[in-house]
């Protein structure tokens, strides 16, 4: 948060420019974001700047989902930084390194979002830089930062809201934070907004009116107002033309698929920009450092033929020293193009499945959760009369679905489960702390209970 943003209008000559070239432009620290949406090209560039950062290494290309993924029991960390077993201990100190990079590249992205909230409006329409136009670049910010602030608050508790742009660290406001319930409502007024001015196309890369409906089944279903999950999940369920689940379940991710029709958003990558995933996922016999690992548990699960099926193509096994040792298999390129998904037609459904029955709508709610233990190769459940039953079924077909995406901890966290499942018992720890280093630099911030001053 206490990073500048990097000027989109550098970024792209950094991008077009030789290496000497490079190792002239001034240090990023110091460079103003004054004037980096001018026209329509740089418009346009803006926009593609805020989805890189929402890419980005510290946020969903690699840090931020260590965040969840280590705090759950679905993945472990087995490399030389122990420190990350903070996480998986619940016993995280401020000073972990991972809370603040995260946190700076998530404040990043908000910043680059609120230039083009700001400033494209402001620009002179042309005959290609249309209203329409304009609208949709700005709500694709609105979206973004909605996302941004979402996954703070699921992660931290209530932020500072920060809804203007910044051109330096020392000028940015310096703001007490806003409670939980502000924060999601501001949430949800970045995805009123972003609605409405949104066309309501079909793109797996960039937001789009549906795309909002997607991730508001997803809000709704954490603050618990079912109906309004149900219904915006079924906004987009409904456009059985365009999202659908693939078949078998490895077809969204196997043999370099991207933009399926189970996709809803998903970050591109490519040989330029690459994700860093697979680098930690993959054994070394494949170019990784397999740091990162299903837990035990989870493996069993997954090649469990009754409760996995077919989504056990999410493990790869390799024999090291006469000793089986199992794999992520969702990031898996050689070139490091794998996209990361953020939303598939997956979740909206069991968000819709969950939030039906919590309904009582239980016969509905079990033919949603049906389809995907089908979509598996496992055996479908009967119609239950046990509301409790059909929502721990739920729970454990998030787990298995989602096994190696950024689902499990913060589900636990949201359900009141983590007790049951994970053994917490301090409710302080279903929140992270604030990093050491945001605490040093603002007067303003408060550390969260349970983590000292």
Known sequence: MKKIIVPISILAVVQFSSCKKILEVDPVEFTSDDITIV????????????????????YYGYTFQTLGFFSGDNIQYTGSQTVNNQLTNHDVKADLSALSTAWS????????????????????????????????LV?????????????????????????????????????????????????????ETAEGLLPATTNRIRATRKTVWALRSRVHLYRQEWALAETYASQLLDDVANYALVQP????????SSNTSESVLELYYSTAVTNNQASQWLPTTKGGVGWIRPTDQLVQLLNDPGRGGNRSSLLQKQVISGVDNWFGNLYYRADRTDPAFLIRVAEVLLNRAEARANQDKLETALTDLNKIRSRAGIPL??????????????????????????HRWYDLVRTNRAAAVLGITDPNKLVLPLPFRELLVDPQLVQNPGYGE
């Open 249 to 256: 379940y490895q077809n969204f991710f196997a043999n370099n």
């Open 381 to 406: 459940l009967e119609e239950t009369a046990d509301k409790n039953e059909l929502l721990l079924a739920i729970e454990q077909e998030r787990r298995l679905e989602f096994a190696l995406e950024n």
């Open 39 to 58: 026209d329509e090209n740089s418009a346009r560039t803006a926009v593609r700047g805020v989805y890189n950062q929402l890419a980005s290494n510290g």
């Open 139 to 191: 709500g694709e910010a609105y979206f973004i930062r909605a996302i941004s602030y979402f996954d703070l608050a699921r992660t931290w508790g209530g932020v500072q809201l920060v809804l203007e742009p910044t051109k330096s660290a020392s000028e940015r406001p310096s703001l007490s934070r806003s409670t939980l319930e502000e924060t999601y409502q501001q949430v949800i007024s970045d995805l």
């Open 105 to 136: 590249a998530i404040y990043n992205t908000i910043n680059r979002a609120n230039h083009v909230i700001e400033k494209v409006p402001a620009l002179t329409s042309t005959s290609t830089l249309t209203q329409a136009v304009k609208d949709q």
